[in-house]
């Protein structure tokens, strides 16, 4: 044995790795456990980060696990561990640096990274990415000297770091090259009135354009032309054109992967000894029975723990049900949530049922397949997406209740809940 092997080797330290590692300790307290983390720094929250570029929040506040919590949990971290190669015969990774670990059970939880699009010249100017605390940091002195901000794609991230740019007194334009904002979680609709309010708070929203080039035009500033002609000067420029599951560390090693690493229900991966969870794993969609890629943190929290009992051998382990998208969201003082498939189109026995609330009372579209809940989407709607989410997992049956639940879906899954669920 030497001081390079682990019985349990995570690898990554965000929230699938600290989820994994919390749920090996509690089913085995001794076995040696090691976390290799790429960076230099503490384990902290990715969905923190704008807040930190916009200076709202300070670095030191975004901690998911600090040096106590390592020693409480009889686990070591190890930084500036970067993983480029597994050898799964070996039961063996390697470091950037030449170092070499070797495991019984390995975890990867290595997350996603920004995909940067190829576009003329993009190569040539500055621009950023936010997926790091490094990337925030960077973003957040940019901000002090630039005053025209432009943000590439209105995801999730796009979209949260241009409001906080936009409150933080620059000049914001996004350009997104679908007709919608957040299109994978919300319907036309709702998006619609998420980027009305964008646009009341004076962000630029350009809709249905891509980016075709970028040129420098004094360093650190550039112009951009997008496929209407419209160019765009920037002295901020933002790409958060998606991510994708970092991986490049299995090439070669024999592991299956599809769109991430591709893992059965315990989180398990087709090498023995080796498990995935998180943004890096691709697993079993709920409704479509359909391995995905399902990139938010309750998933990577869900799968971290299922991944952790199984390598402990917890026995009070329930496999994974199947994931599930949930997305709740704020912007602007306003509330948002996406539960399920909310953004699917009617047909195909699809049934949607949308409540605009006269314009004054928020926003709710429920969508329905034979009467059970497959998604729903709210604005402005007290909503608990916990019990919806629930709703959609148990399969439940609403014809008895349907006129009920379509006036009033959260009260009637609150009272399925309290009649039938315990
Ligand atoms: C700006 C932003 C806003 C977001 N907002 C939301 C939100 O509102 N709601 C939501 O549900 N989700 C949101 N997300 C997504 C959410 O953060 C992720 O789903 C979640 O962090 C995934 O956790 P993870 O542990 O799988 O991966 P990550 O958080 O990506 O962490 C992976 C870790 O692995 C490390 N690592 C990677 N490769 C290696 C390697 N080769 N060797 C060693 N270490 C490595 C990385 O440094 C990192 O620490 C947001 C993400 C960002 C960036």
Known sequence: MTDTHAHYLIVGSSHAGREALAAIRMADPKGRLVMLSREGRMPYSPTILPYVASGRSQPDRVGLADAEWFTENAAELVLNAQVVAVDPAARAVRLADGRRWTYDKLLLATGAEPVVPPVKGLDRVRYHVLRTLDDALSIRERSTQARRAVVLGAGLVGMHAAETMAAAGLDVTMVEMRPHVLAEYFDPKASALIRQTFERHSVRMMMGRRLLWAMETVPGSCRLGLDDGTELEADLLLVAAGVRPAMAMLADSGITIDKGILVDDRMRTAAPGIWAAGDVAQARGFLTGVPVVNGTLPEAVEQGRIAGMDMASDPDLIPYGGGIPLNTYGFFGRHAMAVGTAA???????????????????YCRIVLKDNRLIGLAAIDRVMDAGILWR??????????VRQQFLSHPLETARALMSRGWR
């Open 391 to 400: 709703l959609i997992l148990r399969r439940t049956d609403l014809s008895p």
């Open 344 to 362: 699917v189109p009617e047909g195909d026995g699809i049934e949607t049922v949308t409540d605009e609330g006269n314009g004054q009372n928020g």
